[in-house]
């Protein structure tokens, strides 16, 4: 059995004190403001970013927000705002979208799915999970097939990055595309994105490795060369099941209240009163 002398309590209770007194990053008149509260404020502005992870400059422009809050709530309860109708009719109605909205949250994190269940709605919808093919190049269009058969000539002898440097020269040099600026760079496209002979050319070759003849299109002459091309994939049931499992939690949860929904309004009692016409219109 555990025993505590008083010095060991005192400890403890020093030590409690020091924690939670850590959390406080402001005291306002006596009132402190915690990074749970600046936490909560940025939550309300960006759901996803972290107050923690936040530039020292935006960590202080939220704790001036925060002051000045507290120090407006300090100054309108002085002026007896809470004494007014407005405020107190406001705050009934702020009562009952905090209880409806608490209530919600209760029935979401009581939504149960289980990892066979996520498991089974993998396999049933793979195709949901397949990664498309996709490619990265780049391209020196011109307007003839002479010009492209010299360009095509110039880069032949040359291998990795020594091709890649001379392709990109070349391509803001020589090539006609508005790509030219950026070394021919076309980004990632996907199979069958690009027109049918400019596709058939780019998934004829393999990495680091440019087109041996030119390719024509209505857009003129193109000499291509591949970054990088990536095969279908199927995205592995690890790296989805938590958002799955979220998915199914959320389809669960908004069924179960709609049919709650009907429950309750079939047991209630809901009288519509029609509307008075106010039209002076016959």
């Given at each position: 059995m555990l025993k505590f002398t008083k010095n060991s309590l005192i400890a403890l209770s020093f030590m409690a004190s020091a924690a939670l007194a850590s959390d406080v990053l402001v005291t306002v008149n006596g009132k402190n403001i915690t990074t749970e509260d600046a936490q909560t404020f940025v939550s309300m502005q960006a759901p996803q970013a972290n107050y923690s992870e936040l530039k020292p400059e935006e960590q202080k422009m939220i704790l001036d927000r925060l002051i000045e809050k507290q120090l407006f709530t300090e100054l309108a309860s002085t002026q007896g705002i809470e004494k007014q109708a407005e405020?107190?009719?406001?705050?009934?109605?702020?009562?009952?979208?905090?209880?409806?909205?608490?209530?919600?949250?209760?029935?979401?994190?009581n939504t149960i799915v289980s990892n066979?269940?996520?498991?089974?709605?993998?396999?049933?919808?793979?195709?949901?999970?397949?990664i498309k093919p996709s490619a990265h190049a780049r391209h020196i269009l011109v307007k003839n097939a002479k010009e492209a058969e010299a360009i095509i000539k110039t880069l032949s002898p040359l291998k990795g990055e020594a091709l890649k440097s001379k392709f990109i020269a070349l391509a803001k040099k020589e090539s006609t595309g508005p790509s030219a600026v950026k070394g021919g760079?076309?980004?990632?496209?996907?199979?069958?994105?690009?027109?049918?002979?400019?596709?058939?050319?780019?998934?004829a070759l393999n990495d680091g490795e440019i087109t041996k003849t030119p390719v024509k299109t209505q857009f003129g002459y193109h000499i291509i060369y591949l970054e990088k091309k990536t095969k279908e994939e199927t995205i592995p049931y690890n790296d989805v099941k938590e958002k799955i499992i979220n998915s199914l939690k959320q389809q669960q949860f908004a069924s179960k209240?709609?049919?709650?929904?009907?429950?309750?309004?079939?047991?209630?009692?809901?009288t519509e009163v029609k509307k008075i016409?106010?039209?002076?219109?016959?």
């Amino acid at each position: 059995m555990l025993k505590f002398t008083k010095n060991s309590l005192i400890a403890l209770s020093f030590m409690a004190s020091a924690a939670l007194a850590s959390d406080v990053l402001v005291t306002v008149n006596g009132k402190n403001i915690t990074t749970e509260d600046a936490q909560t404020f940025v939550s309300m502005q960006a759901p996803q970013a972290n107050y923690s992870e936040l530039k020292p400059e935006e960590q202080k422009m939220i704790l001036d927000r925060l002051i000045e809050k507290q120090l407006f709530t300090e100054l309108a309860s002085t002026q007896g705002i809470e004494k007014q109708a407005e405020y107190k009719e406001n705050l009934e109605k702020i009562k009952e979208e905090l209880l409806v909205s608490i209530w919600m949250k209760e029935q979401l994190k009581n939504t149960i799915v289980s990892n066979s269940e996520a498991k089974e709605f993998y396999e049933k919808n793979k195709e949901k999970f397949v990664i498309k093919p996709s490619a990265h190049a780049r391209h020196i269009l011109v307007k003839n097939a002479k010009e492209a058969e010299a360009i095509i000539k110039t880069l032949s002898p040359l291998k990795g990055e020594a091709l890649k440097s001379k392709f990109i020269a070349l391509a803001k040099k020589e090539s006609t595309g508005p790509s030219a600026v950026k070394g021919g760079d076309l980004g990632t496209f996907s199979k069958g994105q690009m027109v049918p002979a400019f596709s058939k050319a780019v998934w004829a070759l393999n990495d680091g490795e440019i087109t041996k003849t030119p390719v024509k299109t209505q857009f003129g002459y193109h000499i291509i060369y591949l970054e990088k091309k990536t095969k279908e994939e199927t995205i592995p049931y690890n790296d989805v099941k938590e958002k799955i499992i979220n998915s199914l939690k959320q389809q669960q949860f908004a069924s179960k209240i709609t049919e709650l929904a009907k429950e309750l309004k079939s047991k209630a009692k809901i009288t519509e009163v029609k509307k008075i016409s106010t039209s002076l219109t016959k």
